[in-house]
């Protein structure tokens, strides 16, 4: 089967970024990165590209007086290294018109909450905030919204009594590791269906058994 090429844009220290690496890697998914993108000059998921020998280039969005014309530079890079999907790993730019329209469902994110709660930033926080039971992470496609797309594929964590923002944030990033990867390889596969709001998955999968958080009593 023919590999796909990605594009990832990235902002910090690129974990996501290494779990596609490594799923490339080790042929878990049917995808191979082509380049990797910072608008940040000092990320450590150029780094990283580096060391697994992947095209690494930076385009800060500083050297650019308006959004548009870093955008359409960073698609230009895409377009030359023939990207097939943009995946966002932790990349704090607003994606705008110029992505979406060289890229039209073919951009994905993920968003360390359950979407549609709590978009935007410093999610983690506000969960605890909030006193929801359950967070954890999705991956979607991206649209003209903040955290809006096609919802993919999910993955729950409870919120536990003596949780800060680190340590749920560093629970949901482990399962951020588990799907971001997989959403790649169903999309490399064809396996990715949408209607509308609805992404429908082309294979049998099992049930998922119910979660309750606190657990009843046995």
């Known amino acids: ?30 995808a191979e990165v082509a380049v990797v993108i910072s608008n940040n000059p000092d990320a450590g998921a150029l780094q990283r590209a580096r ?14 007086s308006r959004r548009d014309d870093f955008d359409a530079a960073v698609v230009a890079r895409l377009q030359h290294h023939q990207v097939d999907l943009v995946v966002l790993a932790g990349f ?8 979406l329209t060289a890229f039209p469902m073919r951009i994905m994110n993920i968003h360390p909450a359950l979407l549609p709660s709590f978009p935007g930033l410093h999610v983690q926080q506000q969960a605890i905030d909030y006193g929801a039971r359950f967070s954890g992470c999705t991956v979607h496609f991206v649209d003209s919204g903040v955290d809006t797309g096609p919802i993919i594929i999910q993955a729950v964590v409870p919120v536990l009594p003596d949780d800060d923002s680190d340590t749920l944030a560093a629970r949901i990033l482990e399962q951020e590791h588990r799907i971001y ?12 269906q949408v209607d509308g709001r609805k992404v429908t998955v082309l294979q049998t999968q099992p049930a998922a058994a119910a979660l309750i958080n606190p657990p009843l009593k046995s």
């Open 1 to 30: 089967m023919k590999k796909i090429r990605l594009g990832v844009l990235a902002s910090g220290g690129g974990t996501n970024l290494q779990s596609i690496i490594d799923a490339c890697a080790n042929q878990s998914i049917a």
């Open 51 to 64: 060391n697994a020998a992947i095209t690494a280039e930076c385009i800060n969005h500083r050297d650019f």
């Open 92 to 99: 704090m730019r607003i994606i705008g018109d110029n992505f």
């Open 181 to 192: 990867p997989q959403a790649i390889d169903w999309y490399a596969r064809g396996l990715l």
